[in-house]
C-alpha cells in the first residue's frame, strides 16, 4: 500500500523563501519513495512524501514544526492512502 504524508505551513509574511529553504533542507531517514515540495501565495509550503507502508504505520518521519517566528500557525498535516 502507498501512503501520503502533506505536511503545510504558512510562513510569517515574507519569509516564504525562508520556510521553502527550511522545508527542503531537512532530510528525512529513512527516505521516502517520493518527495515532492510546493509553493502557493501567501508564503504557503506543501511537502508531500510518499510511503510503501500501510495507512495506521506509526512512526513514519516527517518534516517538523519549524523554528518559532517563521511560520504564522503550526503546521497542518494529513495522511492518505493510494486508491
Known amino acids: 500500500m502507498t501512503v501520503a504524508l502533506m505536511w ?6 515574507g519569509r516564504g523563501e525562508e520556510l521553502l529553504a527550511w522545508a527542503g533542507a531537512h532530510e528525512l531517514t529513512p527516505a521516502p519513495l517520493r518527495r515532492e515540495t510546493f ?4 508564503d504557503r509550503v506543501l511537502v508531500i512524501t510518499w ?8 512512526g ?14 503550526p503546521v497542518h498535516r494529513w495522511r492518505f492512502e493510494q486508491v
Open 8 to 13: 503545510e505551513a504558512r510562513a510569517v509574511a
Open 39 to 42: 509553493r502557493a501565495p501567501q
Open 51 to 58: 510511503w510503501d507502508a500501510p495507512y495506521d504505520e506509526p
Open 60 to 73: 513514519l518521519p516527517e518534516l517538523p514544526e519549524p523554528g518559532e517566528g517563521l511560520v504564522t500557525r
